[in-house]
């Protein structure tokens, strides 16, 4: 008998209140994978012709993502709103303003890669609430450092499909059977490796980094001798880093000069994933975790990897 994503229940104090709202994730990422597969014959790969808050070209993938994630969080009745990269203000759920729990997410993290048929991602966090369950639910329940985040993970819609996710017991990875339409435990308990891997980095912006993250990486590359690999995609990037081993790393630089990854649904649970993982999650020399939200989509430079990198990174 296999180990699916019910095992979540079972994980620390947190997996039977994580369960449900982690299988509904699992239920839209098998809906946004069949959208995908089929997007190039729907028409439905290329901009929609929208802007997000972030002032970026929406893909008309990352809308119709939002749209089902937004449904699946719905349904399982247990979250009372959710913070979304692709919606300005918090999306409160009317029906269940009493529930226990927010989702911040990333809907499809790295949609730039879709019509060149990349992988992609969805990235995820949940928080409890810190309103009343009788008050409405505010945008500042979703303002907490990741330090109190209860569960986080991510999807890779890549060959396989897989959620990776954490409740704060380690980190599991899971992959869809589409034999009997389940996740199955495919990656028991993944350590980050402290070996070997890759540096992982949008080079091309070194002339502008920031933090002289540029001497930085330097002095990574000449002690280790790192070989590079760079996907474009957080979640696929930040995969690779965790199974691997090395460093991944948004930097800022004087076009995002606050760094250009968002803080709450995409470097905390990557972060959270990263250090259950055995990692380290820096920015710049303060942990990920650490820091506490001021805004929804507030922007960071994120450090990412194995310990012994980040310590090279930023000599410490
Ligand atoms: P660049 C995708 O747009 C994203 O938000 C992350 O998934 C990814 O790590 C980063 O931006 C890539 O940015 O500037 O290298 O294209």
């Known amino acids: 008998m296999s180990v699916t994503l019910n095992s979540v229940a079972k994980q620390g104090k947190h997996g039977a209140a994580m369960m449900p709202i982690i299988q509904g994730v699992g239920r839209a990422a098998i809906e946004i994978a069949a959208v995908l597969r089929s997007a190039v014959f729907r028409g439905a790969l290329g901009q929609a012709g929208s802007e997000n808050i972030q002032g970026e070209q929406q893909q008309m993938l990352d809308v119709l993502a939002d749209e089902i994630f937004f449904e699946e969080m719905r349904s399982t009745g247990f979250v009372c709103a959710v913070g979304s990269e692709e919606q300005e203000e918090l999306l409160v759920i009317d029906e269940y303003t009493q529930a226990d729990y927010l989702v911040l997410v990333d809907p499809l993290d790295g949609s730039s890669n879709l019509d060149v048929d990349g992988p992609v991602g969805t990235i995820f966090s949940i928080v409890r609430r810190k309103t009343a369950n009788s008050d409405r639910p505010h945008v500042s329940d979703t303002l907490q450092s990741g330090q109190e985040v ?3 993970g991510y999807v890779l819609y890549g060959p396989a499909l897989m959620l990776v996710c954490s409740v704060g017991t380690g980190v599991n990875g899971y992959t869809f059977n589409s034999s009997n ?3 199955e435990l495919s990656h028991p308990d993944i350590r980050i490796p402290e070996t070997g891997g890759y540096y992982s980095v949008n080079e091309s912006n070194s002339d502008i980094w920031l933090d002289n993250m540029g001497d930085n990486l330097e002095r990574l590359k000449n002690k280790t001798g790192l070989g590079m ?3 474009g995609a957080m979640v696929a990037d930040m995969h690779r880093t ?5 460093i991944f790393l948004y930097p800022a630089d004087n076009k995002n000069n606050t760094g250009k990854l968002r803080l709450l649904y995409e470097a905390i649970p990557m ?3 990263m250090e259950q993982a055995g990692g380290k999650a820096m920015s710049k020399n303060i942990a990920v975790l650490d820091i506490k939200p001021d805004t929804l989509h507030q922007r960071v430079p994120v450090y990412l990897g194995s310990k012994t990198k980040i310590d090279i990174l930023l000599d410490s």
């Not at 965790?242 to 090395?246: A, D, S, T």
């Open 181 to 183: 339409a389940r996740f």
């Open 271 to 273: 972060g959270f994933v």
């Open 242 to 246: 965790l199974l691997k081993g090395g």
């Open 150 to 152: 209860i569960a986080a």
């Open 229 to 231: 690999r760079y996907v």
